[in-house]
């Protein structure tokens, strides 16, 4: 019999894990800036991230959604993880959290 896993527990993995990535240009992790708009977990283990970057010519367009997919992979459980980058809404200093906006002196 399979162990069943708990989701909330997995849920705060993988925010825990989110919250280790950083944007190269703001001192700030992607989470708290407001960058990640969806965290999604099948049944399957399977993680799908709904994302942005700060501006569409973000100079780790490339990289930084492979950074997240690799790391949230590597928590216990999960089979798979997906990135999708979408600019709709636009990220905007709104989206980011009051300890981040505190952290860049913007409170």
């Known amino acids: 019999m399979e162990q069943e896993i708990n989701t ?6 993988i ?11 703001i001192p ?10 969806d965290v999604m977990v099948n049944t399957d283990y399977e993680v799908k991230i709904l994302m942005t ?5 973000c100079p780790v367009a ?5 950074e ?12 798979d993880a997906e990135v999708e980058i979408t600019f709709d809404p636009p990220w905007s200093k709104d989206l980011m959290s009051e300890e981040a ?7």
Not at 62 to 66: F, T, V
Not at 68 to 73: D, F, L, Q, Y
Not at 101 to 107: A, I, P, S, T, V
């Open 62 to 66: 490339e990289s930084l959604p492979r």
């Open 28 to 37: 700030v992790d992607i989470y708290e800036l407001g960058l990640i708009y």
């Open 15 to 25: 925010v825990k894990k989110l919250k280790t990535i950083y944007d190269p240009e």
């Open 53 to 57: 970057l700060t501006s569409p010519n």
């Open 8 to 13: 909330a527990e997995l849920g705060e993995s």
């Open 68 to 79: 997240v997919e690799e790391k949230v992979k590597s928590i216990e459980h999960i089979k």
């Open 101 to 107: 906006k505190l952290e860049l002196g913007m409170l």
